[in-house]
């Protein structure tokens, strides 16, 4: 077998592993070494299985991930993003569907300080679905809208998919935040535009809540928020003034959160603990497919696997829209059936020639591949935020029904990939105030 054979053939056996349900980082590190084995022998596959690890995971950027998991934990454990749901509903109840547009837009802000799609999908559904059903709200408008408003905890920083994505590509970190922030938020408005939409043409399905709700009381609700706007406006506000770094925020922010948390004394002894735990677990598990996908990346330098497949697309005078629509199947379909960072950093390796040769903005790619990743995680048949959402929901609602909301905010998901893709400003406007 030639060198390219091996490297396609790494790419073949790489699937299979996945799809017998190996670990995706073990996957990974596995067929990388004997790729490297069988193109330059056993010695520089051992030294890269010694070397890569520690080249890759000690890198200054990397201590910025188990920050923000770090930082998502306390707030989780000290209960400081309660209050949003809450908040919401007493402000936006007066509007067409406003406990789910309250959902949707209290998962944003849940996104602030956690950075998970499928955190927020489950935190937000034991809060706000419940309180749909007891207003009698349609299940299938009460539980899509916040399996799909899941979905903005990887868009609206901090994003753990942007930091990795920023350190294999080289792309600042803070300017893929601030593109991200910018699809979150098109995206959460989207969201309530559907909502306000649906409820408009029938209204069975959000019936108008009939209470009275005082100014004192909304203005009372917003003191169970202020821990959430204080991270938020510190973390991030701190970052983009240029105060402090990506990688500095994170520190910063699990300082923050433990502070607040402790003044607010919402948090004991076990909760730091099982978030330092929970912490030390997620943040291992990324680490693995991490050092395996740069792994990955040495493998197909070596093999030129990469590198023909790029000088083929080139050849075949592929177009870069249509090699965007290509990609975006790929991962709504990866999406499916993997979870969002094992998806794109297995993917990267591959793609990542394909890009550059056709000049793609490499800032506002990392901005779509997160877009498209967290669709597919509620896309059927297995979109992960929607099982995770059943597990939390139990037999109250049926994964079909779950399903069936879902879809409606799907629509709304591809009318802004098209918006991204004919408006790139729409990622790239906020990023270019801070050059």
């Not at 294999?168 to 601030?178: A, D």
């Not at 309530?192 to 909304?218: F, G, H, Q, T, Y």
Request: proline share 5%; hydrophobic share 60%; net charge neutral.
């Amino acid at each position: 077998m030639s060198d390219v054979q091996i490297g396609y053939a790494g790419v073949g056996v790489l699937l299979a592993l996945i799809a017998f349900r190996v670990p995706i980082g073990l996957a990974l590190i596995s067929v990388s070494f004997g790729g490297i084995y069988l193109l330059v022998g056993e010695r520089p596959a051992l030294g890269a299985l010694g070397v890569f690890p520690y080249a890759f995971s000690a890198t200054w950027h990397l201590s910025s991930i188990p920050m923000f998991v770090l930082m998502g934990f306390f707030c989780f454990h000290a209960g400081l993003t309660k209050g949003l749901f809450g908040a919401a509903r007493l402000w936006l109840s007066a509007l067409p569907g406003g406990l789910a547009i309250s959902g949707v837009l209290g998962s944003a802000g849940f996104a602030a300080v956690t950075g998970s799609s499928v955190a927020c999908a489950a935190a937000m559904g034991r809060i706000a679905v419940p309180e749909m059903l007891r207003y009698r709200y349609d299940p299938g408008l009460a539980a899509g809208s916040i399996a799909a408003a899941g979905t903005i905890g990887a868009l609206i920083p901090p994003s753990i998919l942007f930091i990795l994505y920023g350190i294999i590509v080289k792309v600042q970190v803070g300017q893929l935040f601030l593109g991200g922030l910018a699809v979150g938020l098109l995206t959460a408005t989207a969201y309530c535009a559907v909502i306000i939409l649906r409820v408009v043409r029938n209204p069975d399905l959000a019936p108008p809540i009939a209470e009275e709700i005082s100014w004192k009381m909304r203005l009372v609700a917003l003191a169970d928020v202020w821990p959430v706007l204080v991270l938020v406006l510190g973390v991030f506000g701190g970052l983009f003034a240029g105060v402090f770094t990506p990688t500095e925020a994170g520190g910063v922010g699990a300082a923050m959160s433990l502070t607040i948390a402790f003044f607010k004394r919402s948090i004991d002894l076990r909760g730091i603990w099982s978030s330092l735990m929970e912490t030390l677990t997620i943040s291992s598990s990324i680490f693995i497919i991490a050092i395996g996908a740069s792994m990955l990346t040495r493998f197909f330098a070596y093999s030129g696997a990469g590198d023909e497949i790029a000088v083929i697309v080139q050849g075949m005078g592929v177009s870069p829209l249509l090699l965007i629509v290509a990609v975006a199947l790929l991962y709504i379909l990866l999406g499916m059936f993997l979870e969002p960072i094992g998806a794109m950093l297995l993917t990267m390796p591959i793609l990542l020639p394909l890009i550059e040769t056709a000049e793609i903005n490499l800032l506002w790619f990392g901005v779509l591949v997160v877009k498209l990743l967290e669709i597919g995680m509620i896309t059927p048949p297995i979109g992960l935020n929607v099982f995770v959402l059943k597990s939390v929901m139990g037999g109250q609602i049926s994964t079909s029904t779950i399903f069936r909301g879902v879809m409606w905010f799907i629509f709304a998901d591809i009318l802004i990939l098209g918006l991204m893709v004919a408006f790139p400003d729409l990622v790239l406007y906020l990023p270019s105030l801070l050059q």
